[in-house]
Nanobody, 123 residues
Framework: QVHLMESGGGSVQAGGSLRLSCEVS????????MAWFRRTPGKESEMVAY???????DYAESVQGRFTIARDNTKNTLTLQMNSLKPEDTAIYYC?????????????????WGQGTQVTVSS
């Protein structure tokens, strides 16, 4: 059974950094599309970043240049390095995967979701 578990969330002041990690089991991070989404109360889930099987990446315009998605092949984990954090980055962040090699922005394409980790950025 596929299992995704996020860690690394927390509280930070604006301008600070956090690094999220996602441990993945029963699913190889380098064989499929993987992504990070975030959700705030009253809003739809937003794609933050994704990485396809071939290594291609894409980012939401709001995080371009500040966030970096990466895979650790030896540990079978997915990471999200978040720099220059802003209060509007406050959300629950989810590690997600899909049974496919290409990635898409809508959340309904994704088959597997972690339980989420809270990120809070104060001004």
């Amino acid at each position: 059974q596929v299992h995704l578990m996020e860690s690394g969330g927390g509280s930070v002041q604006a301008g600070g950094s956090l690094r999220l990690s996602c441990e993945v089991s029963a699913y190889t991070v380098t064989k499929y599309c993987m992504a990070w989404f975030r959700r705030t109360p009253g809003k739809e889930s937003e794609m933050v970043a994704y990485i396809e099987k071939n290594g291609s990446t894409d980012y939401a315009e709001s995080v371009q240049g500040r966030f970096t998605i990466a895979r650790d092949n030896t540990k079978n984990t997915l990471t999200l390095q978040m720099n220059s954090l802003k209060p509007e980055d406050t959300a629950i962040y989810y590690c997600v995967g899909r049974q496919g090699v290409a990635c898409y922005r809508p959340s309904y394409y994704y088959d597997y979701w972690g339980q989420g980790t809270q990120v809070t950025v104060s001004s």
